[in-house]
């Protein structure tokens, strides 16, 4: 039995399907690990600016911090 109560267990679906979205979306440029750490950095930033995190709030954010760190990477080439 989940101890979420079922809203948050709702959103934790969410969460998950953004990050499998985001995992399928950057594949061949960051492993798994490195989207994952940037939904769960997302979500924790999202909630310390505004107070909640949305789904799509945390999907915008992780993108863009995808995108960025394959920005970098290209740099150093």
Do not use: N
Not at 4 to 12: A, I, M, N, T, V
Not at 39 to 62: K, Y
Request: hydrophobic fraction near 40%; proline fraction near 5%.
């Amino acid at each position: 039995m989940s101890q979420l109560p079922d809203s948050e267990h709702h959103k934790g679906e969410h969460y998950e399907q953004v990050e499998a979205m985001l995992r399928d979306e950057f594949a061949g440029v960051h492993p798994a690990a490195t989207v994952t750490r940037c939904v769960q950095a997302a979500h924790h930033g999202a909630v310390e600016v505004t107070g909640h995190a949305p789904p799509a709030l945390v999907e915008r954010i992780a993108r863009k911090h995808l995108r960025v760190l394959a920005a970098a990477a290209a740099e150093r080439g």
